[in-house]
């Protein structure tokens, strides 16, 4: 059905248009090579599917523009960092305010309390801790989980994606024994040591992980999102919580990206009831910043045990952490941008983007499915949605993917990197939407036998 000599013409097709209409970015590209690491501030950017990244030059809303005046629909928004649209005004108010007013103090402000407050309403997690990442917010919830339960292990899922967690850069061989991700560089220790792997989705496999009571906590996605949405079976998440009770494990649900649901992510929507809960990215409108949240026993437990130690070289913690500057965002984003309003306008239109890809798989019978969560739609090369890690990395096609993310950069959109995933925000309008459809028709109709 995909015509493989077509894909390999239209490849090279769409990289001199790119080229060709990429110039400034290549200088930059060319002199940033003298002084960054492969020419790059941040080692995945070599990653695009152009020749080399594009550099940026603006961007309001839904939309940026490139140092070449090229502009883009950006439904890739800094991989969630910027869901809630590139400098939105009331962020950018607060943000300013704050900034005239000094940065960071390694004292509280009151904008902390605030934001704890608005996260324990949506979340129902009792106490709060603030860091500079949803890495750090995971990496900071698991000593704690360690130290709580006086276990050493963590579980995760194959092809899960936490951050730059040490124990979760890890997948599963084909004998189902924990290795190091491909790919990964200068693992701790090998993560068989700290991990322990399952398919998401397998409750056997679940309740055999945890029988022996060795594990400290299960840090989850709620619906996973890094190697494609892959929602929860029925019960699944039942499951979870009853098996992780029974066998003394803390559940920490990751709501870094599953915040596209509604307010208080997956967790609020589905009723979860997790011991802790982690989150990240857009929570300030792009500022960097993190949080973990716990509930009232977990937390209580944590600081007790804590004792003089936790206070300063207990391993948790930073000196930017909690910042008068992103305690700021933190605050007008929850209060101001990311509200109900925010949900109720943009999840229809992500069932646009996904009803328009949907359409044209159907019109040319494409072996292809969609899958959605909120305000996020992603597209796949398989016909059914995966139902575990394993299925979903077995769908990658890289050849495929790169063509797609560079035919639909030519044409002024941005999807996510890595897989074909879409983010709405509140200025992403209908005609983006509509006009992702029709180039979507376009440059699959080109590779088409
Ligand atoms: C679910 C999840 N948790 C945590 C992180 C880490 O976020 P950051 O890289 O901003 O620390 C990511 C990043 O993609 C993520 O997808």
């Known amino acids: 059905m995909i015509n493989r000599k077509k894909l390999e013409e239209q490849q090279k097709k769409e990289i001199k248009l790119f080229e060709k209409s990429h110039k400034k970015s290549k200088a930059l590209f060319d002199r940033a090579k003298g002084c960054l690491l492969r020419g790059v501030p941040m080692n995945w950017m070599v990653r695009w599917a152009g020749s080399y990244p594009i550099f940026v030059e603006t961007a309001e809303g839904a939309h940026f523009v490139d140092v ?28 300013s305010d704050a900034v005239k007013k000094g940065t960071t103090f390694m004292l509280p402000t009151e904008d902390a309390i605030y934001s704890g407050e608005e996260l324990q309403k949506r979340f129902g997690m009792k106490y709060w801790q603030f860091t500079t990442s ?20 963590v579980l995760a899922f194959n092809w899960c994606y936490h951050g730059s967690v040490d124990e979760t850069v890890a997948i599963l ?14 693992p701790q220790v090998n993560p068989a040591l700290t991990t322990k792997l399952i398919e998401w989705n397998d409750v056997e496999a679940l309740e055999n992980a945890l029988k022996d009571r060795d594990v400290a906590a299960v840090l989850a996605e709620p619906v996973m999102t890094n190697i494609g949405i892959i929602h929860p079976i029925e019960g699944y998440h039942k499951a979870l919580r009853d098996l992780t009770k029974k066998y003394g494990t803390l ?15 997956y967790t609020k929507a589905y009723g979860l009831e997790p ?13 960097p910043t993190g949080a973990y949240g716990m509930t009232k026993e977990f937390g209580e437990t944590a600081a007790d045990s804590k004792r003089e130690q936790y206070e300063d070289v207990g391993g948790v913690g930073g000196t930017l952490a909690a910042n008068a500057l992103s305690m700021a965002a933190m605050r007008a984003t929850l209060s101001e941008v990311l509200t109900q309003e925010f949900y109720d306008r943009n999840i229809p239109l992500a069932e646009r983007f996904n009803d328009g890809v949907q359409n044209v798989i159907k019109e040319y019978d494409l072996p292809w499915n969609t899958t959605s969560l909120g305000c996020r739609t992603e597209y796949w090369f398989r016909k059914e ?19 797609m993310h560079l035919a639909s950069m030519n044409r002024g959109i941005l999807m996510t990197p890595f897989h074909n995933m879409a983010l709405i925000t509140a200025k992403t309008s209908e005609e983006d939407v509509d006009y992702h459809t029709k180039i979507f028709r376009e440059i699959v109709e080109n590779i088409l036998d």
């Open 275 to 287: 011991d802790a809960v982690t989150i990240g990215k857009t929570i300030a409108s792009g500022i």
């Open 173 to 186: 061989d084909k004998n189902s024994n924990v290795i190091a991700k491909t790919g990964s560089v200068g």
């Open 68 to 95: 070449d005046g090229n502009r883009y629909v950006d439904f890739c928004l800094g991989d969630t960092g910027s869901m809630v649209g590139h400098a939105p005004e009331a962020s950018v108010k607060a943000i």
């Open 385 to 403: 949605p995966a139902k575990n890690g394993f299925e979903a990395e077995a769908a990658f096609d890289d050849s495929l993917d790169k063509y």
């Open 134 to 153: 949803a890495t750090d917010a995971n990496r900071f919830i698991l000593r704690l989980a360690r130290d709580a339960t006086g276990r050493d292990k």
């Open 251 to 265: 559940l920490i649900i990751d709501e870094t990206h599953t915040i596209c649901t509604g307010v208080g992510g």
